[in-house]
């Protein structure tokens, strides 16, 4: 670890939380809220969804409003949050419970960076992988004062929060570009994207109010001839001339433009392959899939040459060479998909849709030249809205770095400043722990109790130290350890008690011990005494 800022302290998360390992049966909670796996946002802290615990089954996790939650099934999922209400959770969930020495909402965010994340991956590699309580009690953890955490806390909720309207705003770019987009081919299928262009070219209005008195609306059929495609899996005679050809699948043809990363290969025959062979200018649309594919389509491109397609995709080749297939392939995919939808058919798995009724598609038919135009125009705007797609892509991926950063600097001390009035980490840290022990062996005393009240033994009557204090001067640690009823009927329990003020009192330096040896300088036992100092 580095060298820390003043009055930080190195330590682990371990020493910093307790695991809150109590666990019921949500039948004895019935009303207490459950929150599942599910119910955490991944990376974000958010709890989005809880239900009654009555709807689970299984063990549940108690926990109460404060505690730090984290999932510990698929660590990289980030599911850490601080719930404000008491309840129960997921038996994948761990509630830890921030000591005295540390701000739980510190704590989140510390097991939220990703130095933490790296840390958990290293733990489990498996298929679902998952941490224990034990092996991430040992992430390393510089600990700030317990007063410059909660300005930390402050500081990055200001400077989070900040990111996080960023992160709104560019969450809606998306939707706009598609809508801007959307609004544009409305505009240039009625004619209104090029109204400049015929005023130029002297072109009167008038005639039908829905396009400019030039156009024409024809069937696609009309103005194209449409071909269905290659049967795959069709079986051909043993004997016949066969040769491979890649071809195109429902899969390929996306909306607006092709997939080509997976070209599979078939073998047709000659005649097969001539009369099916795609060309510049032939426009795709998909005859079968899912509802929202029918008709979607783009058009030919130089990697598909020599190319065929199956039968679920038609192709669309325009009687007149001088038309711009672009703006067939436009409108079908953005004025014609409801048309494709309501004239198709809806089967259990799969939807389709027959020649006749895509030859029926109704298509506006501008003068080729305006066609011309009007693709271009489209496209040249869909380049603009593309670039700003393209920097939407690029500051999202610049807001998680920014976060990051923010965090770095936090938990390295140069967020905020140092203040020298605080108490140092260490401090409270070691307060804190002797405050534990106490605790600890207090409420083991009272249990021992409980479950021996009638021992015939002789129970502690006093503490080590005070043993010790009694002695005056060197004592044999069994000795020792009977003036503090520790005799052959003594319990584990008692053992254990008495060990932790032995380790504790060394810990201080309030104990002195002298092993005692024999003339042959073997070991017979060990006296202590209090250190006089």
Request: hydrophobic share 35%; net charge neutral; aromatic share 6%.
């Given at each position: 670890?580095?060298e820390l800022?003043?009055?930080?302290?190195a330590?682990t998360?371990?020493?910093?939380v307790?695991?809150r390992?109590?666990?019921?049966?949500?039948?004895?909670v019935?009303?207490?809220?459950?929150?599942?796996?599910?119910g955490?946002?991944?990376?974000?802290s958010?709890?989005?969804?809880?239900?009654k615990?009555?709807?689970?089954?299984?063990?549940?996790t108690r926990f109460?409003?404060?505690?730090?939650?984290y999932?510990?099934?698929?660590?990289?999922?980030n599911?850490?949050?601080?719930?404000?209400?008491?309840?129960?959770?997921s038996?994948?969930?761990?509630?830890l419970?921030?000591?005295?020495?540390?701000?739980?909402?510190?704590?989140?965010?510390r097991?939220m960076?990703?130095?933490?994340l790296?840390?958990?991956?290293?733990?489990?590699?498996?298929?679902r992988?998952?941490?224990?309580?034990?092996d991430?009690?040992?992430?390393?953890?510089a600990?700030p004062?317990?007063?410059?955490?909660?300005?930390?806390?402050?500081?990055?909720?200001?400077?989070t929060?900040?990111?996080?309207?960023?992160r709104?705003?560019?969450?809606?770019?998306?939707?706009?570009i598609?809508?801007?987009?959307?609004?544009?081919?409305?505009?240039?299928?009625k004619?209104?994207?090029?109204?400049d262009?015929?005023?130029?070219n002297?072109?009167?209005?008038g005639?039908?109010?829905?396009f400019?008195?030039?156009?024409?609306?024809?069937?696609?059929?009309?103005?194209s001839e449409?071909?269905?495609?290659?049967?795959?899996?069709?079986?051909?005679?043993?004997?016949?001339?066969?040769?491979?050809?890649?071809?195109?699948?429902?899969?390929?043809?996306q909306?607006?433009?092709?997939?080509?990363?997976e070209i599979k290969?078939?073998?047709?025959?000659?005649?097969?392959r001539?009369?099916?062979?795609l060309?510049?200018g032939d426009v795709?649309?998909?005859?079968?899939?899912?509802?929202?594919?029918?008709?979607?389509?783009?058009?030919?491109?130089?990697e598909?040459?020599?190319?065929?397609?199956?039968?679920?995709v038609?192709?669309?080749?325009?009687?007149d060479?001088?038309?711009?297939?672009?703006f067939?392939s436009h409108?079908?995919?953005?004025?014609?998909?409801?048309?494709?939808?309501?004239?198709?058919k809806?089967?259990?798995?799969?939807?389709?849709?027959?020649?006749?009724?895509?030859s029926?598609?109704?298509?506006?038919v501008?003068?080729?030249?305006?066609?011309?135009e009007i693709?271009?125009?489209?496209?040249?705007k869909?380049?603009?809205l593309?670039?700003?797609a393209?920097?939407?892509?690029?500051?999202e991926?610049?807001v998680?770095?920014?976060?990051?950063?923010?965090?770095?600097?936090?938990?390295?001390?140069?967020?905020?400043?140092?203040?020298p009035?605080?108490?140092?980490?260490?401090?409270?840290?070691?307060?804190?722990?002797?405050?534990?022990?106490?605790?600890t062996?207090?409420?083991?005393?009272?249990?021992?109790?409980?479950?021996?009240?009638?021992?015939?033994?002789?129970?502690?009557?006093k503490?080590?130290?005070?043993?010790?204090?009694?002695a005056g001067?060197?004592?044999?640690?069994?000795?020792a350890?009977?003036?503090?009823?520790?005799?052959p009927?003594?319990?584990?329990?008692?053992?254990?008690?008495?060990?932790?003020?032995?380790?504790?009192l060394?810990?201080?330096?309030?104990?002195?011990?002298?092993?005692?040896?024999?003339?042959?300088?073997?070991?017979?036992?060990?006296?202590?005494?209090?250190n006089?100092?």
């Open positions: 670890m580095r800022p003043q009055g930080w302290a330590t998360l371990g020493e910093i307790a695991l390992g109590e666990r019921t049966d949500p039948a004895n019935p009303e207490l809220p459950f929150i599942g796996l599910d955490i946002k991944p990376h974000t958010e709890i989005i969804k809880f239900v615990a009555t709807e689970v089954k299984s063990s549940v109460e409003a404060g505690d730090v939650l999932s510990r099934l698929r660590p990289y999922l599911k850490v949050t601080i719930p404000s209400f008491d309840g129960v959770a038996a994948e969930i761990l509630a419970q921030a000591s005295d020495a540390a701000e739980a909402e510190f704590v989140r965010r097991i960076t990703n130095e933490f790296e840390f958990a991956a290293l733990l489990d590699k498996g298929d992988p998952r941490v224990n309580y034990k991430i009690s040992r992430f390393p953890v600990l004062p317990i007063a410059e955490q909660r300005r930390i806390v402050e500081k990055v909720d200001g400077l929060a900040r990111t996080a309207r960023v709104k705003d560019l969450d809606r770019i998306p939707a706009l598609s809508q801007y987009k959307s609004a544009i081919l409305s505009s240039a299928f004619g209104d994207l090029t109204k262009y015929r005023k130029r002297n072109v009167r209005e005639g039908r109010s829905d400019p008195s030039d156009w024409d609306v024809k069937p696609l059929g009309e103005i449409i071909q269905g495609g290659i049967q795959v899996g069709k079986k051909r005679h043993a004997n016949a001339e066969l040769v491979d050809v890649p071809y195109l699948r429902v899969a390929n043809v909306r607006g433009w092709l997939d080509l990363d290969t078939l073998r047709v025959t000659p005649q097969e001539d009369r099916l062979v060309r510049k795709l649309m998909n005859e079968g899939g899912d509802r929202d594919k029918l008709g979607r389509g783009w058009v030919w491109h130089e598909v040459r020599n190319c065929i397609h199956q039968n679920h038609f192709r669309i080749r325009l009687n060479e001088s038309f711009p297939p672009e067939i409108y079908a995919n953005e004025n014609g998909q409801q048309y494709f939808i309501d004239q198709g809806q089967t259990t798995n799969l939807a389709s849709i027959s020649k006749k009724k895509v029926e598609l109704p298509v506006p501008p003068p080729s030249k305006e066609a011309i693709v271009r125009r489209i496209e040249a869909f380049a603009w593309d670039q700003i393209t920097d939407h892509a690029a500051a991926r610049l998680p770095k920014l976060d990051a950063a923010i965090l770095e600097r936090a938990f390295s001390g140069n967020l905020v400043p140092q203040d009035n605080d108490e140092p980490a260490r401090a409270l840290l070691e307060r804190v722990n002797a405050e534990r022990s106490t605790a062996r207090t409420q083991r005393a009272r249990e021992l109790s409980k479950q021996t009240p009638h021992r015939e033994t002789k129970t502690m009557a503490n080590l130290q005070e043993a010790l204090a009694e001067d060197w004592i044999s640690a069994q000795d350890f009977q003036r503090c009823g520790i005799g009927g003594a319990s584990t329990e008692e053992i254990e008690i008495l060990y932790v003020e032995l380790r504790q060394d810990k201080d330096g309030k104990l002195e011990k002298e092993a005692v040896n024999d003339k042959q300088g073997r070991k017979l036992y060990d006296r202590l005494r209090l006089a100092a």
